[in-house]
């Protein structure tokens, strides 16, 4: 599918299609639509319609194996999941955890894929995502293949962070900035998906509509507006408390931490700038803590937070990594 804020973008890459370069680079923010912009091009590359103007048709061969998952000379690179008991095990109770990264073993897979010759006789596409997933290992085999690209071979990254990416693989690519839409057409577009309190819901999510509509999560929001009022009250703030209720919610601890970094963020932008971005909701209670807040402590700790998320999805104890950053937040803003 393709969002209404890209329809620009489209039609700009739609009309360079006689000229497309072998590997794209698809940018922007997370929770935009550049990974479903991704596969509808990679559709409308594979459509087999006669007006290319209406490709993808969903009608032809092509379109229906594309959409049924299984089209012969489409692939799309994306971090793994491993068993966690172990190749075969059948055990009801085994858990499938994700990886992190795209492994070199996937790179080299796709590479025997890319040099036979095409089943349909046309294009073959490749789609990489996220693209900052790649190790150093994955993408050096990467760029093997995009220096020398077979021909009909068409290569779309998907990247949230693509300053990340070797130098030697965005020199190869073209890189497509994706628009981040105007608020009122994703509160629209949100409360077209019936969305209550669009406009707050996509505020927390920093414009993202997809990322606001993933949040939206009517527990864990009543859940992130308590911990906010929580937040709002250092001075009253019982840190093992908060950490025990946070820990016992289950909540994945990389939520809980992006809220109090986006808290902390509209902190300090309120003292430094008269604004906040994230919790505009929330700005006469941030407008309360102004006379406690210094700017240089403040974010002294956002670094330390900054920190905690990089760490957040290792198997780290969940409730003393809140019970030290609730510590350091207390300190920082009281």
Known sequence: MRYPWQTETWQTLIAQQARLPHAILLTGEAGTGKLAFARHFAQALLCEAADHAQRPCEVCDACRWFTAGNHPDFRELAPSSDDEDGEGADDAKAKKKKSDIIKIEQVRALANFVYLTSHRGGRKVVIVQPAEALNAASANALLKTLEEPPEGAVFILVSHAWRRLLPTI??????????????????????????????????????????????????QAAARDAFLTVLAQPAEMDVLKVAEQLDKQKIEPERVLSWLSRWVYDLARLELAGSVRYYPARAAQMAGLRAMIQPQRLMRYQDELSAAIRLAHHPLNARLVYERLLLGYRQAVH
């Open 170 to 219: 965005l020199s190869r690519c073209r890189r497509l900035p994706m628009p981040m839409p105007a608020p009122d057409v994703a509160a629209h577009w949100l409360a077209e998906q019936g969305l209550a309190d669009a406009a707050d819901h996509l505020a927390e999510a920093g414009g993202a509509p997809l990322l606001a509509l993933q949040r939206a999560d009517a527990a």
